[in-house]
């Protein structure tokens, strides 16, 4: 049996999810957990889905957790094998780039060649995680934050400058007037005034 996935349970993903639910496996997501306790109680908040289509939708499963999703048939074939391949030639491609022997062998067209030849040895890393949680992705974010302060350090720059965050909010006070269309804008910039000329359309 074919196993559906729907993301987002809201006014359109919840009906089309309940119609699903009637006919075939449909695993619904949403990151509303109070949404999904009433669902699962066959009750839609929003009124959009009666109680007796809710309790019709056998098959449908709700949930919060992505990693529900890997259960999902896809509707294109190979789809997901072709992605996790690309990727990983991604990686292969900046690790160990292409020669100009290599390229000639494959018989690229000699104007075509000087744009072909890559050098490699070009650093990336490739992150495979079992599933997207907000475990996981806390984790991906501490390792950026992470990634940010030590290249700050290397490069003498304060990535995390509170100061300059606050002139930052120093400004958006003056700038927040402006864009309501009060005060005058003589007193800025040209780039700062052309962006809110542009805004205002």
């Not at 997901?80 to 990686?91: D, E, G, I, P, W």
């Not at 290397?154 to 400004?171: H, I, R």
């Amino acid at each position: 049996m074919k196993t559906i996935a729907v993301v987002g349970l809201g006014y359109v993903g919840l009906p089309l999810a309940v119609e699903f639910g009637k006919k075939f496996r449909t695993i619904g997501l949403d990151l509303s957990a109070e949404k999904v306790a009433s669902y699962k109680q066959h009750i839609d908040p929003t009124g959009e889905v009666s109680s007796a289509d809710l309790k019709a939708a056998t098959l449908l499963e709700v949930g919060t957790d992505p990693a529900a999703l890997r259960e999902a048939d896809f509707p294109l074939p190979g789809h997901h094998a072709s992605l996790l391949a690309n990727c990983l030639a991604q990686s292969a491609a900046l690790a160990f780039g292409q020669t100009l022997e290599e390229v000639r062998a494959a018989g690229i067209a000699e104007d075509l060649v000087p744009y072909k030849v890559f050098p490699g040895n070009q650093p990336s890393n490739t992150l495979l995680l079992p599933s997207l949680t907000a475990y996981s992705l806390g984790q991906l974010l501490a390792l950026f934050e992470h990634k940010v302060f030590c290249l700050g350090v290397l490069w003498n720059l304060n990535a995390f400058d509170q100061w300059g965050v606050e002139l930052g909010k120093q400004l958006a006070g003056q700038l927040t007037p402006l864009i309501e269309g009060n005060g005058d804008l003589s007193a800025f910039d040209s780039s700062t005034q052309g962006l809110i000329a542009a805004l205002k359309g």
